[in-house]
């Protein structure tokens, strides 16, 4: 009897080591999560800022009222070049919402829009994504030359957008640029990379 007693506690005792080693690795592997967690959170916080496309401009690229993470931390490496979607203030105006736009010339291009179509160093654009012809060149009618400091953008949506041929946005200064625009977080169906 005695000896069934102490095999039975025996195997208690290894069951008490089976669940000790589990727990264990539930431990291991939540302190993993909430690291994980935490340098993502310190990503986005320090790299990043969530901000809202306005009005419809950059359609069907994005949308009124969908949600993008602006990478500002990219920049400092690299300089933003044709086709990079940025967020900026316009004329660096603080008090204003960040305006989402497409760079079509960067730093020392020339830009022209004739007919509708654009030219940047006297060749015509070409463009990965399908955009109307334009109908008001505004300032780009005329030659635009680009300082060393400056970038000329246009919305996606170029017949209903604010952008760099109209005297209230103008070329874009490199100051004036927050970051790149890089990720759809909101609505769900849209989450992921800008192109």
């Not at 506690?9 to 690291?35: C, D, H, M």
């Not at 994005?62 to 070049?81: A, W």
């Amino acid at each position: 009897m005695g000896k069934r007693g102490k095999g039975l506690n025996f195997g208690k005792r290894r069951e008490r080591k089976v669940n000790l080693s589990l727990f264990q690795e539930i431990l291991v592997w939540a302190l993993e999560i909430a690291i994980t967690v935490m340098i993502a959170y310190v990503f986005a916080y320090f790299f990043c800022v969530r901000a809202s496309a306005i009005g419809p401009s950059m359609s069907a690229c994005l949308e009124d009222g969908d949600e993008v993470l602006i990478n500002r931390f990219s920049y400092k490496f690299i300089s933003p070049k044709p086709g990079d979607i940025i967020a900026f203030l316009p004329n660096g105006n603080t008090n204003t919402h960040y305006y989402i736009k497409r760079i079509i010339a960067v730093p020392g291009d020339k830009v022209q829009i004739v007919d509708g179509i654009i030219y940047v160093n006297e060749e015509e654009l070409q463009e990965e994504i399908e955009v109307s012809r334009i109908e008001d060149a505004g300032l780009a009618a005329e030659p635009v030359m680009l300082g060393e400091d400056e970038y000329f953008v246009l919305g996606d949506n170029r017949n209903n957008s604010e952008d760099s041929r109209f005297a209230s946005i103008g070329n874009v200064k490199e100051d004036y640029i927050i970051g790149r625009v890089w990720f759809t977080i909101a609505p769900r169906d849209k989450i992921g990379f800008v192109k």
